[in-house]
């Protein structure tokens, strides 16, 4: 690692806006055609396999004919079950003439004619009881694209964990691939239960079966030691299918075991298992130190929730984690708890670590990473550097090499706040980048001065006045106990960073990477000790019991609890007849050059809601446009950046039918070029490509409220 300095960073004043001048970039090669982009192909959920999310080889649509585009199809999800705003944000694959998603609860699987919308096939996994007791049902973020011996096969993994491998022509399970799982209704091959090589080292399991416990196909980890399901799809490199693991939210848990979150690789052309990575590392693995109070023996999750990444030259995936069990509190397993919150560059033939970086350290925010490492290749002070950019929900931008790990401009350690529960543990320190500049420099030091709401010398004292009743901090702002006798109500911190629901994308060519961020400060939940009991606390409106109904793989007998859980009375930040204590930013769009790592500018994307804009305290007020409430979708096609907002109300213009816009931005300062009008608003993301020459544009799209729940909507030029 580079030693740390310390670096001036140019803050984003306010909500101000960078001018829509052009802009001068670095300069940069135009770059090789991606891998998963050949002949205008999307085989990859981020499009390519460095997960960029963008085409800047397909031109057929440009800012000239952008406002002619029509809608060519719309095929419905919600015919394949009930549609949830999480289903919705599957990503469709395009490879060898077909569309490739999963729709619905049980990730069911279709195969869409790219020029009509027309189902082609349909595959379903037999419903189990392991399904069933899945936290993450509706997650399914889109599937997995390979050519095996000259045929194209789908792979995903299901809920149940289960992972299939399917013939992308007839939508059939392959032969003489993978094992029987002795479940009824099963085909006898395509499928491998992820189970058995999960669970077959992990002292838990090894202690349960000498005690006669057996293994059930049907139900998987029995309900006394966890449970396991996937969030992600796997991700193939260079003929190994890379499986991730997914858990139920570290915030909705109580007990502190649970089944180990480990990276698994299974040979494409068989199915057979090849190696397994532990994300909680063993006695003599590297990172075992860091878990004290021998928290390595029953810790569990350190999820994948966000898809994988990949350079086949180099033989490299690259991974993100999250917190390990019971998130609001870590005094069962303190230290730094490595590889959770992490990047991890594993070798796909062997499984084994080249490098890692932590991007966290014992997390107990909930700041798990939500979006998959974004691969260029950059040229940083005339050298050209291979480069991997991690956002993060606290708004850092991590830029790092991708072939060693280290960084490409330092990063210091800052000390950060310390816990006040007794027992509990916070790292001293955590690492902040120099460059680039946080997405919203507001996360740097919270509601300092310059970020005060001020538009008025009234709002300003009034603001100032609430938050001399707390402690206030930027990121890493700890729980307090319930009761505390510090001077002040609770503590304060802010983030302003991507999430889930609003993934960045990049434009290798320019090596300019675009990022939607909102800003949020807020009070976190005091923690009360839980005296042993194994129920959530602090749940408004849901009792335990009804919490066990709902959450019925949540084991509510013989398990270890944590010493603290959320409750007590909530001190919120208050705010000032509903506005806020700060300057308020719901939805903005920033723009970097991450050869250089200066931010080319950021704007608010949306209209200031009625409710700032018309309050009455701020009548005759010129408030600072703060962006809308949907979140900015975005992607890269050609000159462009292809964007929209994720509901009517965010967006940043209404057509002259009162519907959503999808903008055509000049992809190096911004400026709207051109739009056209949408039947339904986006969600998520979006994808592109070139079927028997014509391009097209498919966004996920719509909600339940609109009539069109998880939807894709492909347009094309007439």
Known sequence: ????????????????????????????????????????????????????????????????????????????GNNFGPITEFTARATPSYANGKLFSVFGGRRQVVAIDPATGE????????????????????????????????????????????????????????????????????????????????????????????????????????????MVTSSAPPIVVNGVVVVLAGHEPSY???RIENVPGDVQGFDARTGEFLWKFHVIPRPGEPGHETWENDAWRFSGDMSQWAPASADP??????????????????????????????VLALDVRTGERRWHYQIHRSDQWNYDLPTAPILLDLTVDGQRVPALIQNTKQGLVFALNRETGEPIWPIEERPVM????????????????????????????????????????????????????????????????????????NNVGCMGGVNIYHPPVADPTTGIMYASHNRACSAPQFLVPTNGVDEPRGLPGLSAEA?????RHTP?????????????????????????????????????????????????????????????????VDVPETGGTGFSIQMVIGDLLVQTTEDLRGNSEVGENGLPLLHARDKRTGEILAS?????????????????????IVLQAGSAKQGHPGSLLALTLP
């Open 1 to 76: 690692m580079a030693s740390p300095r310390k670096s001036p960073v140019m803050p984003l004043c306010g909500v101000a806006v960078a001018a829509l001048a052009p802009l001068l970039v670095s300069p940069g090669p135009i770059s090789a055609q991606r891998v998963g982009l050949e002949n205008g192909e999307w085989h990859f959920l981020g499009g390519d396999a460095g997960h960029t999310r963008s085409n800047p080889h397909l031109t057929q649509i440009d800012a000239t004919n952008f406002e002619d585009l029509e809608v060519a199809w719309i095929f419905r």
């Open 119 to 226: 189902l082609l096939w349909t595959f379903r996994e037999p419903e189990t009881m392991r399904y069933l007791r899945s936290p993450r049902a509706d997650f399914g973020k889109g599937v997995a694209y390979a050519e095996v011996d000259g045929r194209g096969v789908i792979f995903i993994t299901s809920p149940a964990f289960f992972l299939w491998a399917i013939d992308a022509e007839t939508g059939r399970p392959l032969e003489d691939w993978g094992s029987p799982t002795g479940l009824g209704g099963f085909s006898e091959s395509g499928v491998v239960d992820l189970i058995p090589t999960l669970v077959g080292d992990w002292e838990p399991w090894q202690d349960y079966v000498s005690r006669g416990g057996t293994y059930d196909p049907d139900l998987g980890v029995p309900q006394e030691l966890g």
């Open 313 to 342: 030259e180099l033989g490299l995936v690259y991974l993100v984690t999250n917190a390990s069990t019971v998130q609001a509190y870590t005094g069962h397993r303190p230290g730094d708890n490595l590889f959770g919150g992490s």
């Open 547 to 551: 919490w066990r109904g709902r959450e």
């Open 676 to 696: 056209v009008e949408l039947p339904v608003s986006g969600q998520y993301g979006m994808m592109t490509y070139l079927h028997e020459g014509k391009q097209y």
């Open 418 to 489: 310390q816990t006040q529960v007794p027992g509990n543990y916070t790292a001293p320190t955590q690492p902040y980048p120099t460059r680039p500049e946080p997405l919203d420099p507001i996360v740097l030091n919270g509601i300092t001065e310059e970020f005060v709401l001020d538009y008025t010398p009234e709002l300003r004292a009034r603001a100032l006045d609430i938050l001399s009743e707390f402690n206030v901090g930027g990121l890493y702002v700890p729980s307090l106990p319930w009761p505390h006798d510090n001077p002040y109500r």
């Open 252 to 254: 909705d848990q109580t």
């Open 556 to 620: 509510t007998t013989g398990t270890t609890v944590a010493a603290y859980a959320p409750g007590g009375p909530r001190e919120s930040l208050p705010t000032i007849d509903g506005l806020p204590v700060y300057k308020p930013l719901y939805q903005a769009l920033a723009a970097y050059d991450m050869n250089t790592g200066e931010k080319l500018w950021d704007i608010p994307i949306g209209e200031t809601p009625e409710r700032i804009a018309e309050h009455p305290l701020l009548r005759g």
